[in-house]
């Protein structure tokens, strides 16, 4: 990260509009330096967080409104070809094809006619699509050590070919993929039967070959010093709700911004009823907060603006489209705010 990312805007990725082009200008709108493609599950359900990302698994079962996988290796030439198509590294085969996201076909068409310096895309992450997604007999798919490999390779070469067709675009683009996350922030809880080993395995093996910059985004709170084992490059994290417990991490985010790490600060809330309650002047004063706490356990000013983003809490699909605009307009005075220079001290509470 030499340049940095001071404070640039963008976003995670669902909108509540059902024209892709429309939702697509709120983006380039107000998330002019690093602009994602709009996921639409209003639009169609197959644009859902889970759904959007199915295509290339083998076993893939959808009938009678069910979606489960088959145990390995059945049936055997799907799995076959699965194996041949991601050896050959053929990111075609694992393309997010056109009827899961107008979203993201309407972006590209769009991001044409712009000279930006980031590009965003996102996936679903290993962990949350593992979770989700269960075999025959009910069990989570996370668990079967031959489905979790094959999720993992999905995510990767869906992760991949986005970075591709990015770059077909805009060369001097650089690309920026998250991996949602959002079933981390039930980590630690006692039903689910997660180790932090696993959990950074797979993660690693997920982002593995990406040129650009890799993030999760998790919209809730965590193992933050287990999610910044992996060698993520970015953690967006919902900050509008969680902001103390994360900065009370101050010696490990020091240590990520060292190693060249960057936050996705989601201070704009996404919950219809906070969202109305919430004022700008509020939202930079518990930003401003969580800043001096981390400056006065010795994160430098220069640090901060350097490895940080503004970003909403979380997408933004569930709320109406005067509620999204106002989403994305607030992270985007915000994002103005802080880029006028370092972070300036007001205070050390955090709100």
């Known amino acids: 990260m030499a340049e940095g990312f001071n404070f640039i805007a963008t976003g995670v990725g669902s909108l509540p509009h059902r024209d892709p082009r429309d939702a697509c200008e709120i983006v380039f709108s107000y998330m002019p330096e690093a602009p994602h493609w709009p996921q639409l599950p209003r639009l169609d359900p197959r644009e859902g967080m889970i759904d959007q990302f199915l295509d290339g698994m083998p076993g893939l079962v959808q009938e009678d409104g069910k979606v489960f996988l088959r145990s390995p290796f059945e049936p055997h030439e799907e799995w076959d070809e699965f194996f041949s198509r991601y050896?050959?590294?053929?990111?075609?085969?694992?393309?997010?094809?056109?009827?899961?996201a107008r979203g993201l076909y309407a972006f590209l068409e769009l991001l044409k006619q712009y000279d930006v310096p980031f590009v965003k895309g996102q996936v679903t992450g290993p962990i949350t699509l593992g979770l989700s997604l269960k075999d025959e007999g009910g069990r989570l798919s996370l668990f079967d050590e031959g489905l979790r490999d094959m999720i993992v390779k999905v995510v990767s070469m869906k992760a991949r070919w986005q970075e591709r067709v990015f770059s077909e675009v805009l060369p001097k683009a650089k690309s920026i993929i998250f991996f949602d996350e959002p079933t981390l922030s039930?980590?630690?809880?006692?039903?689910?039967?997660?180790?932090?080993?696993?959990?950074?395995?797979?993660?690693?093996e997920a982002t593995k070959g990406l040129r650009g910059y890799k993030g999760v985004h998790i919209c809730g709170n965590t193992d933050w010093p287990m999610v910044m084992r992996v060698g993520f490059d970015i953690i967006d994290f919902d900050a509008y709700n969680h902001l103390s417990s994360f900065v009370l991490y101050a010696e490990e985010i020091k240590t990520f911004f060292e190693k060249g790490g960057a936050v996705g600060w989601g201070i704009v809330p996404t919950e219809a009823e906070a969202l109305e309650k919430a004022a700008i002047e509020g939202l930079l004063a518990r930003l401003e907060g969580g800043f001096t706490y981390l400056r006065e356990r010795g994160i430098a000013e220069g640090a901060i603006y350097k490895g940080s983003l503004i970003t909403p809490s979380c997408g933004t699909g569930l709320l109406s489209k005067d509620e999204a605009k106002k989403v994305y307009e607030s992270t985007r005075q915000i994002s103005a705010f802080f880029r006028k220079g370092p972070v300036s001290s007001k205070g050390s509470k955090i709100a």
């Open 186 to 204: 039930a980590y630690g809880s006692p039903y689910m039967n997660l180790y932090e080993e696993m959990v950074v395995d797979t993660l690693r």
């Open 87 to 100: 050896e050959e590294g053929d990111l075609n085969y694992f393309a997010i094809k056109p009827e899961r």
